[in-house]
């Protein structure tokens, strides 16, 4: 359930800045797949990271 949170959001955020941002605006379908990729890869870092201070804090 939480990588399509990740993904979902990661889609909203990129229309989001797409909006803010006039001149980067790509269109919707393009914001959505540059949140979506995003989202997923900072998904994945922020899951690892956690998971490397978990392991160090455990020794």
Avoid: F, R
Avoid at 7 to 21: D, K, R, Y
Avoid at 41 to 57: E, F, Q, R, Y
């Amino acid at each position: 359930m939480e990588p399509l949170i990740g993904l979902t959001s990661g889609a909203i955020g990129g229309n989001v800045a797409g909006g803010v941002l006039k001149n980067l605006n790509q269109g919707t379908l393009i914001d959505s797949i540059s949140g979506i990729l995003g989202g997923g890869i900072s998904d994945g870092t922020v899951l690892a990271a956690v998971g490397v201070v978990k392991n160090m804090m455990a020794k």
